[in-house]
């Protein structure tokens, strides 16, 4: 069974710094490419990153591009994204999303597994 569990929201001033990781099992995460996603309150799903396999190559939104950096560590099949010089429109619950190939994610797509979520709060 493919589970994905986020972690590491919370709340942060602006221009603050927070780290989320997503912990995988159930599919050997080294094949995949990764995507994080959010979804703000009363909006839609909003992409954000993208990661190859390898970690080698990574693609971001404009709205998060300098700010955020994605990663991760498949020894330890987890995830991370580093979120830098947050914002209040940052404030979201994070996923991650399961690739379909090792090079490419639909993170939108009502069919790729997700985790329940990490929320992150910007706000004085």
């Known amino acids: 069974e493919v589970q994905l569990v986020e972690s590491g929201g919370g709340l942060v001033q602006p221009g603050g710094s927070l780290t989320l990781s997503c912990a995988v099992s159930?599919?050997?995460?080294?094949?995949?490419?990764m995507s994080w996603v959010r979804q703000a309150p009363g909006k839609a799903l909003e992409w954000v990153s993208t990661i190859n396999s390898g970690g080698t190559s990574s693609s971001y939104a404009n709205s998060v591009k300098g700010r955020f950096t994605d990663s991760r560590d498949n020894a330890k099949n987890t995830l991370y994204l580093q979120l830098n010089s947050l914002r209040t429109e940052d404030t979201a619950m994070y996923y991650c999303a399961k690739g379909n190939s090792e090079n490419t994610v639909l993170p939108m797509s009502p069919l790729t597994p997700r985790g329940q979520g990490t929320q992150v709060t910007v706000s004085s």
């Open positions: 159930g599919f050997t995460f080294s094949n995949y490419a």
